[in-house]
């Protein structure tokens, strides 16, 4: 019998986090399917009691979503602003961490502060602050610049530059981080051995950050799929960002704004199906030297 009460304690911890994931992950996700795989048939005029139903229809909702234009030009954009996004941000959050972890560097922890500072600024406010500055009649940077940042051919640009304005603290402070846990014995044995602080930098610091800059790059790839606050926050500024820019934007209009819930259900499984083959194509392409797999 004691045996047996001893078993049951795990259980029993784990009870909290298993109702959570239940109530808030799994019922959410089982629900969204479910829409997914119904529609409502209008029968007459749609008028009176018993007019409108609830039928099920199996995988048309999906095979809609995956045939609209829309969804795929949606996720063209995104797939050229995420380009630009994870390049200028992971590659900013390298250097601003290596700089600090530099024995030369000089107002380290200002520079961390004022680095990491942007990413506690909440999405939707600095995504105002910025589109105040690219307005034509606010900006003082168009005094300077005569670029039109809300413009059709500028404004994934625009968009992007709030990201990465944004992001690169975080990004920064994983792989500073990891740097600060490496043994300093390495770099002085490096640097017995003639090597410069570039050498170091190159060829010690970066290999030995591969696995954070690889994490940092999946969870990268997952907040861009996923871009909405910036798209949504410019939208009333300027007629160059459809309603459907993004494709959790289009998610949003099917379910908020035509009131087609069970077609917005459909397209965020495919959206979420997506994330997830980008994700996890990426780990699988690069999991030899960020976990040491085959």
């Not at 004691?2 to 109702?19: C, E, N, Q």
């Not at 995104?78 to 996004?85: D, E, F, I, R, T």
């Not at 959050?93 to 972890?101: I, P």
Request: net charge positive; glycine share 8%; proline share 5%.
């Amino acid at each position: 019998m004691k045996k047996s009460g001893r078993g049951a304690w795990p259980y029993l911890f784990l009870t909290p986090a298993i109702v959570l994931f239940t109530l808030f992950l799994a019922v959410p996700i089982g629900y969204t399917v479910w829409l997914a795989m119904r529609r409502t048939k209008v029968s007459g005029l749609g008028l009176g009691r018993g007019a409108r139903k609830e039928v099920f229809v199996g995988f048309d909702n999906f095979s809609a979503a995956l045939s609209d234009p829309e969804l795929w030009q949606g996720w063209l954009r995104v797939l050229g602003y995420g380009a630009l996004v994870l390049v200028v941000m992971l590659g900013l959050a390298l250097l601003f961490a290596l700089l600090l972890d530099s024995a030369r560097v000089r107002l380290a922890r200002f520079s961390r502060i004022a680095i990491f500072l942007p990413y506690a600024v909440p999405g939707v406010a600095a995504t105002l602050l910025w589109g105040f500055l690219y307005l034509p009649s606010l900006s003082p940077i168009r005094d300077v610049l005569d670029i039109d940042f809300l413009g059709a051919s500028t404004v994934t640009y625009s968009m992007a530059n709030v990201a990465v304005w944004g992001g690169t603290g975080f990004n920064m402070l994983v792989l500073y981080t990891t740097l600060r846990a490496i043994p300093r014995d390495l770099y002085e044995a490096a640097r017995l051995d003639g090597a410069s602080e570039l050498q170091i930098a190159l060829r010690v610091k970066i290999p030995i950050l591969t696995p954070a800059i690889i994490l940092t790059t999946v969870f990268s790839i997952i907040a861009t799929i996923q871009v909405f606050t910036e798209p949504t926050t410019l939208r009333p500024l300027t007629n160059t960002i459809s309603s459907t820019w993004s494709p959790l934007m289009k998610v949003y209009r099917d379910a908020f704004v035509t009131g087609d819930l069970y077609s917005a259900a459909a397209t965020s499984i495919v959206i979420a199906a997506i994330s997830l083959v980008l994700s996890f194509g990426f780990l699988r392409v690069v999991r030899n030297r960020a976990f040491g797999e085959g």
